[in-house]
Structure formats: structure tokens, C-alpha cells
């Protein structure tokens, strides 16, 4: 009676963290596949678009993460094959200065204007 | 001084934003990957059309010759269009061409090879689309030129006609 009880609650446990991981996973699948843009309907997230090639790339996206390969690994993956424009949120390097640092330049700028402006009317 | 500097700058400003926005007109809103970029052929598993067994990657491209991988479907109206072209490419003896039949009915996959004819050395299948994936497809038909180093060195989005023919039989002279 005590191992038959034991045994119930080692399998409860088990579908319990079993459960849990799932649920982990499911999350990050969605965070990768909203951070995806779809190639086919561009404008449309992988997650939101129904094409073919976003039914192919979730199941890509969910065989690397049941693999155990990391967000950035999966990220990098893709990367590789269609280049940076599939990322919704695209790295600072070499090619993206202009587009991270241009805002913060048109702001500072701005500031500036402003800020000259408002020491020479005092 | 000071208005010359302001005036100065507003029009960099709006030359910056007038060169930026004439770009954005005259380039295509639809991206595309890029198609000359030197890449290693993936390593994957997949059934062969004909024996239903399940082949890898480097017994596919085994031998040292070029290979070219055409991705196609049976639904898919441009891989007809196509299909006298890479007819044509399978007479030469410098390259071999592998189908991927991409998320198509067997049958029907069937009936369109014994209708147009067979230009494939082996042909394997790609049911839910994953090892186009790998190959860096988005859709069919694709058709990717491996050299023998076994690099995918071209790529084609789209059918493929006469001047890509003859460009890929320059490829591969």
C-alpha cells in the first residue's frame, strides 16, 4: 500500500514538472515566433501569419527548442538562413548603426535646440 | 552667422530625408534573402521518393561534381514552367539535380514526374516543409547550385529560365 502510494505521488510529481516545462516552452516558442517576421506575408509576425512557411518555421522553432538550443542559438539559426530582416528586434552592428543610433542623435539634437533656446530667452 | 548655421542645417536635414525616403520609393518593399552568399549544404535526414527509406545528406551529395537542388511540388504552377528547363540541365554529365518534393501528395507528385519527365538523379521529401528550412527556402519553387566543396555557392528564388540556365551552366563548366 505505501510503495502503490509513493509511486502515485513520484508519478503526480513527474506530470507536474512535466507540465511545467511544456507550459516554459510553449512561452519561449511564442517569444521567438512574435520576434519573427514572416517572409511570405511581410508585415505579419510568424506567429500571426498562417503560411505555409510559418507553419514550417514553428515546427522548426519547436524541434530546435525541444533539441535544448537556446533563444539565441535559434535566433542565430535563422539568421543564417534569410539574413537579418527575419528579426523583428535586429542587433547593433556594423549595419544597424544607423538605425539604433540615428533616433538617439535626432534626439540629443533636439534637446540641444531646445535647450539653447530656453538659456537664451532667460 | 547664427541663421546661415540653422539654415545649414535644416537642409542637410531635409537632403538626408529626402535621400532616405527616394530610396525607400525605388527599392522593393519585399525583402528577400540574400542569393549569392556562400553557405554549407545542411546535414539532414529525409525519405527518398522512390525507396521510401530514409537517406542522409552526405550520402546525397556524395560524389565530387556539382549538384544543383531544386525544391518542387506538383501544385505549384511556375515548377511546370521550369520543368523543360531543368529537363534540359539534366543531360550534362558535370552536375547532378536532386528533387525536394515540398508538401505535396505523393500520388500527384508521381503522376507529374511520369507526365513531364524525370530530371532528378534522386528525388527526396520534404512533407511539413522543414528541410526547405534548411536549405534557406521561403517557398517553390527555389533552386540552389552546390559546388564540390559541398557550399551551396548560388541561389534562385523562383522558376528558373533561360538566362539562369545558362547562367548556372557557367557555373557549373
Known sequence: MKILKISMIILLCSGFFHSKSNEKNDQLKSKILKNIRCLICQGQSVYDSESDFASSIKLIVDRKINEGLKEELIYQFLREKYGDWIIYDPKLKKNTYILWLLPLLLFLLGGAIMYKKITVKK | ?173
Not at chain 2, 542569393?35 to 521518393?49: G, L, R, S, V, Y
Not at chain 2, 559541398?150 to 557555373?171: C, H, S, T, V
Open chain 2, 1 to 173: 552667422m547664427k541663421s546661415k548655421f540653422s539654415l545649414l542645417v535644416i537642409i542637410i536635414f531635409l537632403s538626408f530625408c529626402f535621400v532616405i525616403f527616394y530610396k525607400g520609393i525605388n527599392d522593393s518593399n519585399i525583402y528577400s534573402p540574400k542569393i549569392t552568399d556562400k553557405k554549407d549544404i545542411p546535414n539532414f535526414e529525409a525519405k527518398d521518393f522512390d525507396s521510401s527509406k530514409y537517406v542522409n545528406s552526405e550520402k546525397i551529395f556524395k560524389d565530387d561534381i556539382f549538384y544543383i537542388v531544386n525544391i518542387w511540388a506538383s501544385w505549384c504552377v511556375p515548377c511546370r514552367n521550369e520543368h523543360p528547363l531543368l529537363m534540359r540541365l539534366s543531360n550534362s554529365q558535370l552536375v547532378k539535380l536532386i528533387g525536394v518534393n515540398y508538401k505535396d501528395n505523393l500520388n500527384k507528385a508521381e503522376n507529374f514526374i511520369n507526365e513531364f519527365g524525370n530530371p532528378y538523379s534522386q528525388i527526396i521529401i520534404d512533407n511539413d516543409g522543414t528541410l526547405s528550412v534548411e536549405f534557406g527556402a521561403y517557398g517553390v519553387p527555389e533552386t540552389f547550385v552546390i559546388d564540390k566543396n559541398k557550399k551551396i555557392i548560388r541561389k534562385f528564388i523562383g522558376p528558373i529560365n533561360n538566362d539562369i540556365l545558362e547562367e548556372i551552366k557557367l557555373i557549373i563548366k
